[in-house]
């Protein structure tokens, strides 16, 4: 009980919501029932100017480790004792508290999930748990909240890497992130993409050097008591000889910062270490990487790196990199030499996913048991909508990764549980929501089929750990094998999640059950909803 | 030491630079040097669409806290030791580590503040730190990152309550919101004018109500198992008969949820109960709000409350309370009573400031003192840029409101520390970045002078802390003290943040000091810096 978390931050960081649903479950004999939720995202990221064609899948290391801990102990079962609803009676009663407290844990649950650091698109289910409906649907809240964040910061890591073509990218958002979230961001930028951060403590836990030189505040220092800029410049090489970085725009970076740095490098060269780089973080940044490249190249130091930080993205990057391709020739920089001295750091619009601030991702009831027991049948569930696009799919399924001759993947296919998604030819693959829209594949044209999830979490056993690095590869690996239309940063084609005919079938069905029942004759036209956009 | 925070929570929750220039001001004897930095934001958020006239400070509260507990203790200091630099050497020396083992924590800092819930401006010194110059440094990270991101929710916040004028709002975010930063988002978000928040753990830490209903999977569920909808809300009236809010809109909205409601809420009536609301989640708000209005007035429930959620902002909000105006009368609804029953859910728009992820705060580096002990004078230090609006305003100072006979917020004053800023008559206001920009007031036009920082935290003595009620009514005394033009949803004005002529006169005196100095002679045209926009 000694290291019990605090109340916000264990089984209690959920809405009201999913406890009283519980309460209400428990009630009606359905707490222990199976039930099956689906998380998955409904659109990739849309950042206004540019798009994301895919996202890069993170947050379930940070799931799993919430889940392993989380539970009902003494002080949860307290607040909840200590609830009144409007009448002045407790809210929750001794019935419910005695069942939370024997059954009010995670580890009667069954996670699947696609691992961390893959490519997914919108529509797959990403992720599904099984076990009793009260656990499995208070879970609903810190799923959705561990699971979107950081997808959403992989993604734009991702996207950040890809416009870096290659040069390091270090995150430095913590500063303007969002409190206690650039934590799990930290770590969900380095799965997607990014080399280091300069967030120590988390740099710590995964095993990581924490990367960092010095700020403005040091140059003002020893421009206030010791001299100036350069005397600043000098105590730093002194501190750090082989690992010098310096910020050279406090005062001016051509005029003061750039020339101030080369007199220190030499002075550090003299004493037989290498200069590592310099820092611009302000300004045209194309044009000064120019000319501090140029002078650096000038006074020898043609190696030295060059770190570029201020509200970067990967369309800053982008442009960036443009301009230096049109701009160094004419001021007889080797273009190619310059982009490959560069190092980016990037802050705020990664750890905020500038301009697309949350991801869509959603946790839907899709079956149910249709009594007690493992051994019973699976009763899909649906929710219906005015809008197609949020209707999900039913029942158990599997997911499907299917690459073409070229080693490409082609399409995600969500299948039966018990289906081969190759078993037909040709196959017939339906839209996720659009009536009548298909698309047919022949068989021949299917190098491979990979089962994209497996089980990370289940009752009475542990749970898998990837290393960070296991992840990066998976995601190269993934980016690999994704079509460059797909992949492009601005404008990208749709990736295709499609349902076999069976799930197709399936899915209709219900609608059609569900649309059949349950309502009343209607009162008028005027009581028709609205159709919205 | 067995209530250690993990190391991601702990002193190292920073960047990596703040430790290597701490290691350095150790080596220069300047460790323990006192200084002062600044905490300020420079622009208010812009949406986009729509602007904030102001902001609504918070997450004070969590800094002190952080502030109290953060030091670096065992395993702080063994995980700096084990960092190696790139020759191989450790990078923090033993003489440094043995200062933070005795040094290193925040207790011999002073902080005056704004107290959370107040209306700030940008340029105004919100929150102003004094005390060891290593220990400021490493502070700055954890600073920025505990003020910014509440400060931008509430006063987003801020901004939807005035929309929905006088209706409650409720805080629904987590499942969207950044990681663990929902937390510290939810007490923003009720410092800022959200009534209650869905955050189970965060309700009870503050002694709030939680505050939810039930979700679209307990209707699936009873749809699947035990007959649809109607005994869904069946079964949700028998178990919270005196607090009954029914989302209707599972099937179709006006075709089967409302008429099901009705016909539940007939039947609490008959067991001795009254019904409490109706949740909206899709659709044109709108219009559907008209209609349910229309159906439970004709039924004898006008008392329900309609609470509306999906996607909403101050803007959206405002949208639906105009639309309702024009179209009410249309079906026979009294547009104000219909206003006066509705109740907002918001939650990914207020979480993640939509259109506006970050807020620019910054902590400068604006004075340090010439020599060891607290009697020496303080030396002003100043950081130049391309950019005015990047030059903080360097030296002690005190920060002001000024109110004119109204009793309304005219011009926020920056003045010297020891400065009366209605000693002159009449005063002269200068604008805190454009040159020659003055603004002059007559004595007599300022009712009130009112300092605006108090000292919240200092060495020996603990820190207040403010009830949240307490911070909530200071927002709301700050805005009825606002003018209408600033405080407005779209282009609102610009409010004033000024200096007098001392503080004025010694930013200039240190810019001219500075770009005197340091600067080694230009070495051509083509080696001066591009300016920026």
Not at 422 to 429: E, G, I, K, T
Request: hydrophobic share 40%; proline share 6%.
């Amino acid at each position: 009980m000694d290291d019990a978390p605090p109340l916000t931050e264990g089984v209690l960081f959920t809405d009201q919501y999913q406890l009283t649903m519980a309460q209400l479950y428990f009630r009606h004999g359905l707490a222990g029932r199976d039930a099956q939720f689906d998380y998955f995202h409904r659109t990739n990221p849309d950042y206004g100017t540019h798009q994301a064609g895919y996202c890069i899948t993170a947050g379930l290391g940070g799931l799993l480790d919430w889940m392993s801990e989380a539970r009902f102990g003494p002080a949860e079962l307290d607040a909840l004792a200590a609830q009144r609803g409007a009448s002045g009676a407790r809210r929750f009663d001794d019935g419910f508290l005695a069942w939370l407290s024997e059954h009010g844990h995670f580890r009667d649950l069954r996670v699947a999930a696609v691992p961390e650091g893959r490519v997914v698109h919108p529509h797959l289910p990403v992720l599904t748990v099984q076990g009793p409906l009260a656990m499995a649907q208070i879970l609903e809240t810190s799923l959705l909240n561990h699971m979107n964040y950081p997808t959403l910061v992989a993604t734009k890591a991702s996207r950040i890497a890809d416009s870096a073509r290659g040069s390091a990218v270090l995150e430095f958002g913590m500063r303007r992130g969002p409190g206690w979230g650039v934590n799990s961001a930290a770590r969900a930028a380095l799965i997607g993409g990014c080399n280091f951060t300069s967030n120590v403590g988390m740099s710590h836990e995964l095993g990581l050097d924490p990367k960092g030189t010095h700020a403005h505040s040091l140059v003002q220092v020893f421009i206030a008591l010791r001299g100036g800029e350069l005397e600043a410049f000098r105590a730093y090489a002194e501190a750090y000889p082989d690992e010098c970085v310096l910020l050279v725009d406090t005062i001016d970076t051509l005029g003061s910062g750039v020339p101030n740095a080369l007199t220190v490098f030499a002075e550090l060269r003299a004493a037989g270490h290498e200069p590592r780089g310099i820092r611009l973080d302000s300004g045209d940044l194309a044009f000064l990487s120019i000319q501090a490249a140029r002078a650096l190249d000038a006074a020898g130091f043609p190696d030295v790196s060059i770190v570029l930080s201020n509200d970067l993205d990967e369309l800053a990057i982008w442009q960036i990199l443009s301009q230096i391709d049109q701009e160094a020739p004419r001021y007889g920089v080797d273009a190619a030499a310059l982009r490959a001295r560069l190092t980016y750091g990037v802050g705020t619009n990664l750890i905020t996913s500038a301009g697309h601030a949350a991801l869509d991702g959603v946790y839907k009831l899709v079956a149910v048991r249709s009594a007690d027991g493992s051994g019973t049948p699976w009763t899909p569930a649906i929710k219906l909508s005015e809008n197609p696009v949020k209707i999900p799919i039913p029942g158990e399924k599997s997911i499907w990764r299917l690459y073409d001759a070229r080693g490409m993947a082609t399409v995600d296919v969500v299948a039966g549980v018990d289906e081969d998604p190759l078993a037909a030819d040709p196959l017939v693959l339906h839209h996720p929501y659009r009536p009548g829209v298909r698309r047919v594949l022949r068989r021949d044209d299917i190098a491979e089929a990979e089962r994209l999830a497996a089980l990370v979490y289940s009752p009475g056993s542990g749970r898998a750990t990837d290393p960070l690095a296991v992840m990066r590869d998976r995601r190269r690996a993934d980016l690999d094998r994704l079509d460059p239309g797909v992949r492009r940063l601005v404008n990208p084609h749709v990736y295709h999640v499609s349902l076999t005919t069976e799930v197709k079938a399936n899915q209709q069905r219900l609608i059609d059950e569900v649309t059949g029942i349950d309502r009343p004759p209607a009162a008028g036209g005027a009581h028709r909803d609205r159709p919205q956009g």
